[in-house]
């Protein structure tokens, strides 16, 4: 069995492991931290997620997903980790280092599946059967809204925000690409954690769900191996120009409003369980890519607090955010589902792994796609307040899909 080895081709190495997962009809999460170099993964040798309520005290080690719509928190897929894998650049930075955790597996079904996965690597690296883009849904029907319909969409919002029924609403769109055949996801996921070094990079397949890619930089929730939760508000955006100083930014009025208000609703889901020992930092301008958005930090002592429990809870109130869906909520979140014309789906949700190495880092799934076999379905949204311009926001949504556009080559 597979532990540790060192790759002179890892491309090709798990380029074979994504193929023998979807040979094997297997659930498999890829995903690299932000700031750091190790890309992970999880498989689950099961063949189907859990659909669980993403409980941080209850969950084994795995990968959770949860679609935008998700109002009893119920519908959240957990990939259970079965094989956690680890892939690391050696300091020479010449090979990487491939090493399977080895997590204890207790049914012997498992043990059993587990071998015979790693034989179907091997027949595949034998074969060189090497296909491009392995989607684990071929047939999904989307509509994409042109500008003509994106923009009476967010004058509509307008409207209604004018009229006092929400403040805030965060609208998005698709954009559906037809790919060349010959390109090859791994390395484009590969191309993904090079362009987003501060960002959260993911790349999972779930049979019946689907195959999605993204670089998300916005954390939901975060607690660490020294009891630390973290949460942040970003908002506000604008394209990043290098060379110029993040001190140097400036930032329109109603930038600075729609972060305050992702800022407000985050203190006030803390004021909803009487937390008042927090801190917060910023806002400050951040880098995500091609982009520049507004940020705080807001963290939490679980230990000095004593709110072992904060995370599940916290995730529970906080999703979705007024980041991704407006202020208040359920207004913000009618209008999203009674105007958007496609179903977000894991869009605007969040993913991320669960108590591995006893941490959980969760993530709002943004600048994300999803992956069929001829085609990539690109999704974009922009925050919505009474100071917008229609077709501001149209090139905002443009703006956030440009550096993944550029990597898949469309
Ligand atoms: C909705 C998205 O991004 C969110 C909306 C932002 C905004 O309105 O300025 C900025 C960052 C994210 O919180 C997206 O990327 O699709």
């Not at 050696?90 to 079904?109: A, C, G, H, Q, V």
């Not at 985050?266 to 880098?287: A, S």
């Not at 980041?323 to 977000?344: L, Q, S, W, Y």
């Amino acid at each position: 069995m597979v532990s540790s080895i060192t790759l002179t081709n890892t491309l090709e190495y798990i380029q074979a492991l994504w193929i023998a997962t979807h040979q094997m009809g297997l659930p498999i999460a890829l995903w690299r931290l932000p700031e750091t170099q190790e890309i992970q993964g999880i498989i689950d040798l099961s063949g189907q997620p859990q659909k669980t309520v993403i409980d941080l005290e209850e969950l084994h080690s795995g990968f959770a997903v949860s679609p935008f719509i998700n109002p009893e928190a119920d519908q959240s897929l957990f990939i259970h980790a079965d094989i956690h894998f680890t892939l690391e650049q050696d300091p020479s930075r010449e090979t990487y280092i491939f090493s399977d955790k080895n997590l204890p597996l207790n049914d012997p079904i498992l043990q059993i599946r587990k071998e015979n996965f790693y034989q179907t690597v091997e027949n595949i690296l034998q074969t060189r059967n090497h296909s491009s883009v392995i989607s684990s849904r071929t047939s999904y029907q989307t509509q994409d809204a042109d500008q003509a319909i994106f923009e009476d969409m967010v004058s509509k919002a307008i409207r209604e925000m004018e009229e006092g029924n929400f403040q805030k609403v965060v609208l998005s769109r698709t954009i559906t690409v037809p790919i060349k055949e010959d390109i090859n996801i791994i390395q484009t996921y590969f191309k993904l954690t090079q362009s987003y070094p501060l960002a959260f990079v993911s790349l999972i397949s779930i049979p019946e769900h689907g195959t999605w890619m993204g670089a998300s930089p916005e954390v939901i929730i975060s607690t660490n191996k020294q009891k630390i939760f973290r949460t942040i508000a970003l908002a506000g955006t604008q394209p990043y120009e290098p060379g110029v100083p993040l001190s140097e930014v400036m930032w329109k009025q109603k930038e600075i409003e729609e972060q305050a208000l992702v800022s407000r609703y985050i203190i006030n889901c803390f004021k909803k369980i009487r937390l008042r020992e927090f801190e917060e930092e910023g806002p400050k301008t951040v880098i995500a890519g091609n982009l520049l958005h507004l940020r705080t930090d807001l963290t939490v002592d679980m230990q000095a607090t004593q709110f072992p429990q904060l995370g599940t809870v916290m995730l529970r109130l906080l999703h979705p955010t007024s980041a991704v869906c407006g202020t208040p909520k359920e207004p913000a979140m009618d209008f999203i589902i009674n105007h958007e014309p496609h179903n977000r789906e894991f869009y605007s949700g969040f993913l991320g792994p669960v108590n591995i190495d006893g941490e959980s880092h969760l993530f709002v799934n943004l600048r994300c796609t999803q992956w069929l076999s001829n085609r990539v379905i690109f999704y974009a949204g922009a925050g919505i307040t009474t100071g917008s311009i229609p077709e501001r926001e149209w090139r905002e949504t443009e703006l956030k899909t440009q550096t993944m556009r550029k990597i898949v080559g469309v």
